[in-house]
């Protein structure tokens, strides 16, 4: 297969399109397929045997698409795209919000995380917790991230608290909080924290992969499906910016608690979702090729 891989990314926009777009080229080029990367807006479409168009900017079933054999949308804003597969990658996402696509693949199980590399050794959560990871996202903005770093540093002083500082975010870091810069991804800092803050984009799944105390905030509307599903799960601790540290201190002081959430997490999310997608892909695309 030739697979074009569409996606935003950039201020507003973040890192997290690209990173799922690169979890399902990790997997497709594993297979033998052709993908090229390209960053939307797109002024000339590669020929392809389909594409995949993770964008909130840009509609899967877009006339702009017209023509293309098969057509993926990853969505999790439920647009009811008229597509040949939407992928709802969401915990919690369900299938019947997309009606209009010819198959649907909703929920955790199809959670796109980028591979982890095996030398990516989790830290125990029944050890004490001396590092703390915030990740508000890559184009975090207002700050959020550095104002709960800054809080928790300030109550938790015998804790290293970490921030992840993007691209497209606030620069600013708080004194006693140490900046991250992160650019080929975040598995190791994910993997080496105690106890993780995060926002609701692909930081979060990772930090599920990888079986961490999690502490979940909600920054924007289509975050919450993937927060308040996984705390169904008991997944993550959800929490808001005025209780996070309230939140985050409990879970430092429990081993208890810290395990409980840390096994829900990994069961919630297990990282084989780009390969359940690829196979979906391949199957659509055969079909394509060799019509009934």
Same mark, same amino acid.
């Given at each position: 297969?030739?697979?074009?891989?569409?996606?935003?990314?950039?201020?507003?926009?973040?890192?997290?399109?690209?990173?799922?777009?690169?979890?399902?080229?990790?997997?497709?080029?594993?297979?033998?397929?052709?993908?090229?990367?390209?960053?939307?807006?797109?002024?000339?479409?590669?020929?392809?045997? #389909?594409? *995949? /168009?993770?964008?909130?900017?840009?509609?899967?079933?877009?006339? @702009?698409?017209?023509?293309?054999?098969? =057509? %993926? +949308?990853?969505?999790?804003?439920?647009?009811?795209?008229?597509?040949?597969?939407?992928?709802?990658?969401?915990?919690?996402?369900?299938?019947?919000?997309?009606?209009?696509?010819?198959?649907?693949?909703?929920?955790?199980?199809?959670?796109?995380?980028?591979?982890?590399?095996?030398?990516?050794?989790?830290?125990?959560?029944?050890?004490?917790?001396?590092?703390?990871?915030?990740?508000?996202?890559?184009?975090?903005?207002?700050?959020?991230?550095?104002?709960?770093?800054?809080?928790?540093?300030?109550?938790?002083?015998?804790?290293?608290?970490?921030?992840?500082?993007?691209?497209?975010?606030?620069?600013?870091?708080?004194?006693?909080?140490?900046?991250?810069?992160?650019?080929?991804?975040?598995?190791?800092?994910?993997?080496? #924290?105690? *106890? /993780?803050?995060?926002?609701?984009?692909?930081?979060?799944?990772? @930090?599920?992969?990888?079986?961490?105390? =999690? %502490? +979940?905030?909600?920054?924007?509307?289509?975050?919450?499906?993937?927060?308040?599903?996984?705390?169904?799960?008991?997944?993550?601790?959800?929490?808001?910016?005025?209780?996070?540290?309230?939140?985050?201190?409990?879970?430092?002081?429990?081993?208890?608690?810290?395990?409980?959430?840390?096994?829900?997490?990994?069961?919630?999310?297990?990282?084989?979702?780009?390969?359940?997608?690829?196979?979906?892909?391949?199957?659509?695309?055969?079909?394509?090729?060799?019509?009934?």
């Amino acid at each position: 297969m030739n697979i074009v891989l569409l996606f935003d990314e950039g201020p507003g926009a973040g890192l997290g399109h690209r990173r799922r777009m690169e979890a399902l080229a990790a997997e497709l080029t594993r297979r033998g397929c052709e993908c090229v990367l390209v960053p939307l807006p797109v002024t000339h479409m590669p020929a392809s045997d #389909a594409i *995949v /168009v993770d964008s909130y900017r840009v509609r899967g079933d877009d006339r @702009a698409f017209a023509g293309v054999p098969v =057509i %993926v +949308a990853v969505d999790d804003l439920e647009r009811d795209l008229a597509v040949d597969l939407v992928v709802d990658p969401s915990p919690g996402a369900i299938g019947a919000a997309h009606r209009r696509a010819r198959r649907v693949l909703a929920g955790a199980a199809y959670a796109l995380v980028p591979p982890l590399d095996a030398r990516v050794i989790e830290v125990g959560v029944d050890e004490p917790v001396t590092r703390i990871l915030v990740t508000t996202g890559a184009a975090d903005a207002d700050g959020v991230g550095a104002r709960v770093a800054g809080e928790l540093a300030s109550h938790l002083p015998d804790v290293e608290v970490r921030l992840v500082v993007g691209p497209w975010g606030a620069t600013d870091v708080p004194s006693g909080v140490v900046p991250v810069h992160a650019p080929d991804g975040l598995a190791p800092e994910i993997a080496a #924290a105690g *106890v /993780v803050v995060t926002a609701g984009g692909v930081a979060l799944l990772e @930090a599920c992969v990888l079986g961490r105390p =999690i %502490v +979940a905030l909600a920054l924007a509307a289509n975050q919450r499906q993937a927060v308040y599903g996984l705390e169904r799960e008991g997944a993550v601790i959800v929490a808001t910016t005025h209780t996070v540290t309230d939140a985050v201190i409990a879970l430092v002081n429990s081993e208890t608690r810290r395990f409980a959430v840390a096994t829900a997490a990994r069961r919630s999310v297990n990282g084989d979702g780009a390969s359940r997608v690829v196979d979906m892909l391949e199957q659509l695309t055969s079909q394509a090729a060799c019509p009934r």
